[in-house]
């Protein structure tokens, strides 16, 4: 079955840029969406379709992706930042959904 | 404003079954593609299934294919996902997700999630 594949864990302090990778062979030709998910809450989508960003989440937010590797980078990352993120995909159907395993964002 | 409210989880045996539904409100579900997506305890998301919005197309992950059926009760705007001979590792919160087009592409907006507790 498809996999994609992200960190395990991501550490910067406030003020510096987190960046996220999300590795998957599909990634060429399907999108990357991003989910930020905090303790005990729902996951929120912060970025669509490669590199688009959703109403009301902060600009410090982009995304980018190239080959078979996508990128959430978190320009000047905030305390308010630290939270679970998942990257998500689809195989070359596009039928099979798949998210990859969570990257612990830590700002400190 | 869009809302999901998932009910139906609970303290189930292995090789039971359980009903989990999920109401929506601010939009119709007839219009949109609608996913189920879990999270075993201290683990990852993992997505389950998905509906397009003509019924006809419906897809499942390797780990629930043959045992759960999602489907779709319009005239009541719910999401339904009927799980058969349960297994401990189905155990965790089950979230119902719009997806942002009529076809299943990616979930935009997520409920507060249900949990399942498969355990003798």
């Known amino acids: 079955s498809y996999e994609l594949t992200q960190p395990p864990s991501v550490s910067v302090s406030p003020g510096q840029t987190a960046r996220i990778t999300c590795s998957g062979d599909?990634?060429?030709?399907?999108?990357a969406y991003w989910y930020q998910q905090k303790s005990g809450q729902a996951p929120v989508l912060v970025i669509y379709?490669?590199?688009k960003r959703p109403s009301g989440i902060p600009e410090r937010f982009s995304g980018s992706s190239s080959g078979t590797m996508a990128t959430l980078t978190i320009s000047g990352a905030q305390v308010e930042d630290e939270a679970d993120y998942y990257c998500?995909?689809?195989?070359?159907?596009?039928?099979?959904?798949?998210f990859g395993g969570g990257t612990k964002l830590t700002v400190l | 404003q869009v809302q999901l409210v998932e009910s139906g989880g609970g303290v189930v045996q292995p090789g039971r079954s359980l009903t989990l539904s999920c109401v929506a409100s601010g939009f119709s579900i007839s219009a949109y593609g609608m996913h189920w997506v879990r999270q075993a305890p201290g683990k990852g998301l993992e997505w389950v299934a998905v509906t397009w919005s003509d019924v006809s197309n419906k897809y499942y992950a390797d780990s629930v294919k043959g045992r759960f059926t999602i489907s779709r009760d319009n005239s009541k705007n719910t999401l339904n996902l009927q799980m058969n001979n349960l297994r401990a590792e189905d155990t965790g919160v089950y979230y119902c997700a719009r997806d942002y087009y009529a076809s299943g592409s990616y979930p935009d907006y997520w409920g507060q999630g249900t949990l399942v507790t498969v355990s003798s």
């Open positions: 998500y995909s689809t195989d070359n159907s596009g039928n099979q959904k798949v």
């Open positions: 379709e490669d590199t």
């Open positions: 599909a990634l060429p030709k399907k999108y």
